[in-house]
């Protein structure tokens, strides 16, 4: 299995300021026969289901604000939210798909 | 809009049989030719994908489960279900059910049911 280790494990930020997630995978989730970076990231709030914010490393799901950001490749990836809402208090997973999937332990993020 | 629905009982004795259902609305479960999964989290944990199927019937599943697990598609409903065998307490988890986003064995997933929990207990 590859495993994927999110850093910090929570963390507070101010409204309008900008939150950073790193996730690292264990192995190189870049397939080199199409340069695609297989690694999603979700948005996960209490009673509600995941919801896809950004896949392959960088592609913002429809609907999906702009200040949702994704970026990284091979083994190191960071989501970025350039405004924190007050409505982006969640906890956030990545998610690899290069292999059997499997999630990073999720970041809390939440208002400073 | 496609949408996805989990049922089934929502407690189950240990050494038992977990059965659930995902009933998928909005589209045929044939016509994106995806594959179709299920995903979990226990109490205060991650999640954890436990296996896929595609509807001509092809699975895949995580390998620390696979001696448990068995997902099947019924294409005549538009449903798809997952049995784990012999639950224990480790078992208790929302189980959602959801789609992978392409037509890839391993994908990201797009669209999710509402998830159910699942409390193992005698």
């Known amino acids: 299995d590859i495993v994927m280790t999110q850093s910090p494990d929570s963390l507070a930020v101010s409204l309008g300021e900008r939150a950073t997630i790193n996730c690292k995978s264990s192995r190189s989730v870049l397939y080199s026969s199409n340069s695609g970076n297989y690694l999603a990231w979700y948005q996960l709030k209490p009673g509600q289901p995941p919801k896809l914010l950004i896949y392959w490393a960088s592609t913002r799901e429809s609907g999906v604000p702009d200040r949702f950001s994704g970026s990284g490749s091979g083994t190191d990836f960071t989501l970025t939210i350039s405004s924190l809402q007050a409505e982006d208090v969640a906890v956030y997973y990545c998610q690899q798909y290069y292999s059997t999937p499997t999630f990073g332990q999720g970041t809390k993020v939440e208002i400073k | 809009q496609l949408q996805l629905q989990e049922s089934g009982p929502g407690l189950v004795k240990p050494s038992e049989s977990l059965s659930l259902t995902c009933s998928v609305s909005g589209d045929s479960i044939t016509s994106s030719n995806s594959y179709w999964g299920w995903i979990r989290q226990a109490p205060g944990k991650g999640l954890e994908w436990i296996g896929n199927?595609?509807?001509?019937?092809?699975?895949n599943y995580n390998p620390s489960l696979k001696s448990r697990v068995t997902i099947s598609v019924d294409t005549s409903k538009n449903q798809f279900s997952l049995k784990l065998n012999s639950v224990t307490a480790a078992d208790t988890a929302v189980y959602y059910c959801?789609?992978?986003?392409?037509?890839?064995?391993?994908?990201?997933?797009?669209?999710w049911g509402q998830g159910t929990l699942v409390t193992v207990s005698s």
């Open positions: 199927i595609h509807y001509s019937g092809t699975t």
């Open positions: 959801a789609r992978h986003g392409q037509q890839l064995v391993y994908s990201y997933f797009d669209y």
